[in-house]
Each structure stands twice: as C-alpha cells, then as structure tokens.
T-cell receptor
C-alpha cells in the first residue's frame, strides 16, 4: 500500500529565512504528488502538484517542490518565508488502484514563523 | 461558484445519536470524497464516489454511511455516534476520477461526540 512520511512534526524558521519541508513517499508506480496548506480553522488549499515531466514544479505563494525518484522524495521549498506562511503543510500521493482519485496524506508539518 | 460547502460547521453529539454531515459542490465534479482529520494522523479517507449512484469505502469507513443520488450532493451519515468519531471532517471534490485533477476541499465540520 502507498504511504507518505513527513518526518518533521514541527518546524520553526525566522521570517526571511529559507524553508524546506521533507516528504517521502512509497508507491509502486509513477506517483502523482501534491502539497497542500491548511491555515488554522480552514480547509486545505493546493500549493502545487507533480504528475510527470519537469521534476521541479512551481506552485502558488512562491513555493516550489522537487521530485526525486531515486530518493522517493518530494520536498517543498521556499527561498524566503513570510509570517503569513505559518500553517500546517501536508504532502499527499494519489492512489489510483481500484478506481477513483484517493489521496493518502502524510501526518503534516506545522510551520511556525518567528518575526 | 460557491465551491465545496459543508454544513454544519460545528456539532456536538451524544454517544449513540445519529446525524448527517452535508456536502455540496456546484462545479459539476464527478468525484467526491470524505476525509477525517485527527491530530498527528493527517487526513484519512472515509468514503468516496466517482459519480451519482456509485460509492466505495476508503481507509476508515466503519460507522459511516454515504449515498450519492445527485452529482452535487454527497452526505455523510453517522449511524450511532461514538467518542472515537470526534474529529474534523472534510469533504472534497474533483472533476477527474483518475487522479490527475486537483481536489477542492470544503471548510470542514468539527464534530465532538460526548
């Protein structure tokens, strides 16, 4: 079965510093990968997605992620973090077995931004 | 477009009570799903539907029932609420049933079972 691991439960960075959130996946075929962000009390918003092609994908709010098949990773990065980026971030992989568009999520990384 | 809407936003139930969480989307999406979110566990799939009249179980279906009589609506029923069902519930929809489409999430329903 597919799985997603986000090894960092909490991360604290200073505003203006760079950010990297780690994501490792386990999936037998070529994965479809996503990063979502959840602000407190809100639903999930899609940051970016990888389906195929260029392994460096750009998303909204200045985020990017790099797919590395050899490392089974899909890490999220941002060169300069803003205070408004404080939120919880989820990596997810789509499970296509049995039909449907089923997402398997990691447990999330809570980002705190220090001013 | 309102997108994906969920009602109610908050609900408190007593053990053994039943209720229905409502989910509706106005984007004509074929695929709809329900997730629950628990601290430290991310989101887990409860049930999903690839079109009207078609539903299937996800990872954690026990204690929940769904039906899909229209494209727009996908209600989630708790048959006999238990404290273990205290959670935040999210409904999502996508135009694609084959994995390549973005899923749009509703704002969530926070359920407490006492």
């Amino acid at each position: 079965a597919q799985s997603v691991t986000q090894p960092d439960i909490h991360i604290t960075v200073s505003e203006g510093a760079s950010l990297e959130l780690r994501c490792n996946y386990s999936y037998g075929a070529t994965p479809y990968l996503f990063w979502y962000v959840q602000s407190p009390g809100q639903g999930l918003q899609l940051l970016l997605k990888y389906f195929s092609g260029d392994t460096l994908v750009q998303g909204i709010k200045g985020f990017e992620a790099e797919f590395k098949r050899s490392q089974s990773s899909f890490n999220l990065r941002k060169p300069s973090v803003h205070w408004s980026d404080a939120a919880e971030y989820f990596c997810a992989v789509v499970d296509l077995t049995g039909g449907g568009n089923k997402l398997t999520f990691g447990t999330g990384t809570q980002l705190k931004v220090e001013l | 477009n309102a997108g994906v809407t969920q009602t109610p936003k908050f609900q408190v139930l007593k053990t053994g009570q039943s209720m229905t969480l409502q989910c509706a989307q106005d984007m004509n999406h074929e695929y709809m799903s329900w997730y629950r979110q628990d601290p430290g566990m991310g989101l887990r799939l409860i049930h999903y539907s690839v079109g009207a009249g078609i539903t299937d179980q996800g990872e954690v279906p026990n204690g929940y029932n769904v039906s899909r009589s229209t494209t727009e609506d996908f209600p989630l029923r708790l048959l006999s609420a238990a404290p273990s069902q205290t959670s935040v519930y999210f409904c999502a929809s996508s135009y694609s049933t084959q994995g390549v489409g973005e899923q749009y999430f509703g704002p969530g329903t926070r359920l407490t079972v006492t």
